[in-house]
């Protein structure tokens, strides 16, 4: 079993910046994608950033040139570096691992963070 905690939420005001943490532990895995989510109050769960396996990165419009995603692997955490935040960023924050068990192929498996809150005042 692998486990996801996320860190770094808090409350900041628009234009400022925080740093989102998302650490795995557990069972050793091969990842396929890590990605990071956020959900507003009454909306759905939006795709922001991935980071996929060989380090290619893709990003949401909404986030692109103010968010930047990025991974430590000798650590097994995924960051999401966050800049000039505005209202609209408020949400709660998801990590997202998609994995096999193994390099050869093994069972695929997803697993999702806890989430983060992130409130952006004015």
């Known amino acids: 079993q692998v486990q996801l905690v996320e860190s770094g939420g808090g409350l900041v005001q628009a234009g400022g910046s925080l740093r989102l943490s998302c650490t795995a532990s557990?069972?050793?895995?091969?990842?396929?994608?890590m990605g990071w989510y956020r959900q507003a109050p009454g909306k759905q769960r939006d795709l922001l950033a991935a980071?996929?396996?060989?380090?290619?990165?893709n990003y949401a419009d909404s986030v692109k040139g103010r968010f930047t995603i990025s991974r430590d692997n000798a650590k097994n955490t995924l960051y999401l570096q966050m800049n000039n935040l505005k209202l609209e960023d408020t949400a709660v924050y998801y990590c997202?691992?998609?994995?096999?068990?193994?390099?050869?192929?093994?069972?695929?498996?997803?697993?999702w963070g806890q989430g983060t809150l992130v409130t952006v005042s004015s």
């Open positions: 980071i996929i396996h060989g380090d290619s990165t």
């Open positions: 997202k691992l998609e994995a096999r068990s193994s390099p050869w192929g093994g069972r695929y498996f997803e697993v």
């Open positions: 557990g069972s050793s895995f091969t990842m396929v994608r």
